[in-house]
């Protein structure tokens, strides 16, 4: 590798070309009282280039001594004579000594991507500790398309990463639009991944229109507690319409027979047609009223399933 140590004038260095550059996000606020305190311990990688010098690795260093007003920066200067690959690659691996982020892994290898093999994305993506799998690569491109308030999220653990499959099941209006959605209702990973499976559903019976109008109403209330009860009420609407249509009637059952002191309990969502009925007796007279009850009105439990 041909490179020499020189003393370059940061007025130089072309500050806006990030094109071997991954770190997110800017880092040169991080950086500023450690080099006030003991320095510049590692001098920043520089490609020369006929225009000027341009910014391979340490970018929040060279920001950070503007800030500091140098006027002059220690630097390793590497002559333009290497292939774009080489380049990213000796980018990513002087970065390799700090853990990187999500999004600076998804930055690096849509950078990449484009000019690797089978084999190499395979091994980038080990590099990168990421599984090797085409979910990877799929999250990976669609972060890299994403503006910087979606980035932010992904990194504050906002965002599933695993939803971004979606990008290209969706059109991006509707993908954007059911993200927000999650966003704003403070959605957890799970309940997330929920909201895109039943969205996919939707959109196969062209109801997903429907239930986003429903979403849309339903953060305009103020309150977060009745935002998230409607919301969750809503979901179960879509999600389980066959139970939804039943909830009524399920509620004046439990209530004919917890008047008389049994309770009635069914699966979750009706999804078996079994159901568990308990009640308690203190003499041999309440046992006889309980099992009379029932003989009586047990067709009650069961007509729910065939109505």
Request: glycine share 2%; net charge neutral; charged share 30%.
């Amino acid at each position: 590798m041909v490179k020499s140590y020189k003393e370059v004038p940061l007025a130089s260095v072309d500050l806006l070309n990030r094109d071997y550059l991954h770190s997110y996000p800017e880092r040169s606020s991080f950086l500023i009282e450690s080099i006030k305190e003991v320095g510049l311990l590692q001098p920043p990688l520089l490609l020369e280039k006929p225009y000027g010098l341009i910014i391979i690795c340490g970018e929040g260093r060279v920001k950070a001594c503007l800030e500091l007003e140098f006027a002059y920066l220690p630097c390793l200067v590497l002559k333009d004579r290497y292939p774009d690959k080489d380049l990213f690659f000796i980018s990513l691996q002087s970065n390799l000594f700090r853990p990187l982020n999500l999004v600076e892994k998804a930055i690096f290898f849509n950078k990449v991507y484009h000019l690797l093999s089978e084999d190499e994305i395979s091994k980038t993506l080990k590099l990168l500790n990421l599984p090797v799998n085409q979910n990877t690569i799929q999250t990976l491109l669609v972060i890299n398309k994403l503006n910087d308030d979606y980035k932010k999220l992904i990194l504050n653990e906002k965002i599933n990463p695993l939803i971004l499959k979606y990008y290209e099941v969706f059109d991006e209006k509707f993908f954007l639009k059911i993200l927000n959605i999650g966003i704003k209702l403070s959605l957890s990973f799970s309940e997330q991944r929920e909201l895109f499976e039943l969205a996919y559903d939707l959109m196969r019976v062209d109801k997903l229109e429907e239930f986003l109008e429903e979403l849309s109403q339903i953060l305009d209330l103020e309150d977060y507690n009745q935002r998230k009860k409607a919301y969750k009420e809503a979901f179960m609407k879509f999600r389980y319409p066959f139970y939804s249509q039943k909830w009524k009637r399920l509620k004046e059952i439990k209530s004919l027979f917890t008047a008389k002191g049994i309770e009635v309990q069914y699966v979750p969502y009706l999804e078996e047609r079994d159901v568990e009925i308990r009640f308690k007796i203190e003499r041999l007279e309440d046992l006889e009223k309980r099992i009379n009850f029932l003989k009586s009105h047990g067709r009650e439990i069961f007509s729910v399933f065939d109505e």
